[in-house]
């Protein structure tokens, strides 16, 4: 009896760590759809930027409740995955390379949290990095894959559906007619993005003829998609697309040839249903205009001169995160005025290997490439091992290749960047899913730091999202009562801002840029509108002293001043940068019509017609 008494309990101890992995595998599977609804659904009126920073809230949050995961399977000895070396290695090697980078860029601000309103900045990549490692260490059956799929399938669907009510201006939830249909992603390209990389999932569901579901419904699917990514407009995910497709047929010819009527049938079926609703439903002129090789081309050949032109000059570290903004004007090119239009200022790249090589150097460009082609040659490898998943990894090289395509002309946001990094992992996992191994203590120890160090740098992250909340919900209130013309609700408005935004060069310039506008209204006291105006710009230029517009904003305030009597000269820092706008934007004809008013208000007449002819040298040179 006592014999079996011992052998019963050692059954039962032996089955408690599964029972424990089960339970901790279904609130991962819970954190995962959470995970997708925010990045497909989530998105704030209340701030001026409605969809990037909204989403990176619940996303980083999210990613530290996997993260806990992770500890609580090291801890209970049940993770049975180990990333291999050839992964890991080039991946750390971007990561210290990123954070060296990072410690030179031009400005520090702008390199941790990004532009405000895009926030790519070295925190976000920190975040998807963190991701792809919880997704990484899934250990998903076939039948959690299954309902993940069902998941991705059901949102984009709402989100093909949402599209397309916008593009009729149907819009019940954001209320606007979008000619380019967003939906709550938040940008047309990157909406195409994600049906790119949906779209060889529901592919492969109907060329394979072992998946048991209905193929009806994944045909509706496909026809959905692709109506969605037409009224886009975008061409980089049509690209994105092309290549997916190359990719499905490489693995997939031998069954096309082997199933030539069903190939054939959903190609006419494509056809007789797409044709006519495309036809008589959609606006082909502007479409058309759209997909067509327009102006945009030219001026994205533009960008990418200008930025090869920067890496030439930075090559090693790059200039930071998100900075092709605050160095273009010192690059800017004759041309830009004509193919650009006036004062157009670019975010990014719009290429994000140029990107990543501006941000960082050329090094973490090479960093990059050979760990997500390490990640990729080990879900090829695991396909060729005849894996058991092997219809949905073929997918997810299909999905990542088509998604490295359209990065050629794309550009990083939220949503796609984070489902990039989401297929990345769980291909990944995937992959390593037939080979379990038990890893060292070591490794249990290592896994157990990392998440600790995850969570506590995702909860930091989590606080600086909120603050910029904060701060977008305060200045979104404050342009708005201050159009409506209600200055003392204003000044709360911006007392509010100026006290939880000090060490914000944006918000200290939009700050300043409502007593400019005050000034040059002349409707309250103009002294106290212009040292107003003043000190926010200042304190502006001092936190972001490469952003040329900032000293722009100093001169014209002082311009006006002076044309309203309120000072006799110019600031001292106005006078510093009479010169220094011309250095940092020589080929802007904005800084010269700027600079010409200043002469004027300073009574200098020769300089303001000096200026005046090299407005109409630009323009004409362009």
Not at 100 to 122: D, E, F, H, K, P
Not at 171 to 179: G, M, R, V, Y
Not at 285 to 305: H, T
Not at 424 to 440: F, I, Q
Request: glycine share 4%.
């Amino acid at each position: 009896m006592g014999k079996r008494k011992k052998k019963n309990k050692a059954k039962n101890h032996a089955s408690l760590p599964q029972e424990k992995h089960q339970h901790i595998s279904n609130i991962e599977n819970l954190i995962i759809y959470g995970l997708i609804f925010s990045v497909f659904f989530i998105f704030s009126l209340s701030v001026n930027n409605h969809f990037a920073l909204p989403k990176l809230i619940p996303i980083a949050l999210l990613t530290s409740f996997l993260l806990g995961t992770v500890f609580y399977k090291a801890h209970i000895k049940e993770i049975n995955l180990e990333i291999p070396l050839k992964i890991l290695i080039p991946l750390l090697c971007l990561l210290l390379w990123w954070s060296v980078g990072t410690s030179q860029a031009i400005n520090l601000q702008t390199a941790l949290m990004g532009q405000v309103g895009r926030y790519n900045g070295m925190y976000t990549h920190l975040l998807m990095v963190i991701l792809f490692f919880v997704m990484a260490h899934l250990q998903l059956t076939h039948a959690q894959l299954k309902i993940l799929k069902r998941v991705l399938y059901i949102s984009t669907v709402l989100l093909c559906v949402h599209a397309i009510s916008q593009y009729f201006d149907h819009d019940l939830i954001l209320n606007a007619k979008q000619t380019r249909p967003l939906a709550t992603i938040g940008n047309p390209v990157a909406l195409g993005i994600i049906l790119i990389m949906i779209f060889p999932f529901a592919l492969i569901d109907v060329v394979n003829k072992d998946a048991s579901h209905n193929k009806l419904l994944s045909i509706g699917l496909l026809l959905t998609i692709l109506a969605t990514l037409f009224i886009t407009g975008s061409r980089g995910p049509w690209l994105g697309l092309i290549t997916s497709l190359i990719v499905l047929n490489n693995f997939y010819w031998q069954a096309i040839i082997k199933n030539k009527k069903i190939v054939i049938n959903l190609f006419l079926v494509i056809i007789l249903i797409m044709a006519p609703v495309l036809y008589f439903l959609f606006d082909w002129n502007s479409l058309l205009q759209r997909l067509s090789l327009d102006n945009s081309i030219k001026q994205r050949l533009m960008y990418f001169s200008t930025a090869f032109d920067i890496i030439k000059d930075n090559p090693v570290f790059g200039t930071g995160f998100e900075s092709f903004r605050l160095v273009y004007p010192e690059y800017r090119p004759i041309e830009d005025v004509l193919i650009a239009g006036r004062d157009t200022t670019p975010t990014m790249v719009h290429n994000d290997y140029l990107q990543f090589a501006l941000d960082n150097g050329i090094l973490a460009l090479l960093f990059f490439i050979a760990f997500v082609s390490s990640a990729l040659f080990l879900i090829y490898k695991s396909i060729k091992e005849n894996n058991k998943y092997r219809p949905f990894l073929i997918a997810v090289i299909a999905s990542i290749t088509g998604y490295l395509t359209q990065s050629l002309s794309g550009w990083l946001e939220t949503p796609s960047f984070f489902l990039f990094w989401f297929m990345l992992g769980l291909g990944v996992a995937v992959a390593l899913s037939n080979r379990e191994v038990e890893p060292k203590p070591g490794v249990r120890v290592a896994h157990q730091l990392f998440a600790i160090a995850g969570i506590l740098f995702l909860l930091f992250y989590v606080t600086q999202l909120n603050q910029f909340y904060n701060y977008e919900k305060t200045a979104r209130k404050m342009f708005g009562y201050h159009l409506g013309g209600s200055a003392k609700t204003v000044d709360e408005y911006i007392r509010t801002l100026n006290r939880i935004a000090p060490n914000e060069a944006f918000y200290q310039d939009k700050i300043g840029g409502i007593y400019l506008d005050r000034l040059a209204r002349g409707k309250s006291d103009n002294n106290y509108n212009y040292r107003q105006a003043h000190k926010h710009f200042m304190q502006a230029q001092t936190l972001n002293p490469y952003n040329v517009y900032i000293r722009l904003n100093l001169m014209i305030a002082d311009s006006i001043a002076l044309s309203k009597g309120v000072i006799e000269v110019p600031s001292e820092i106005t006078l510093t940068n009479i010169n220094e706008v011309e250095k940092r934007d020589p080929n802007n004809p904005t800084v010269y019509e700027t600079r010409a008013k200043l002469y004027r208000a300073m009574r200098e007449p020769v300089k303001q017609a000096l200026d005046l002819v090299k407005v109409k040298q630009l323009l004409k040179k362009s």
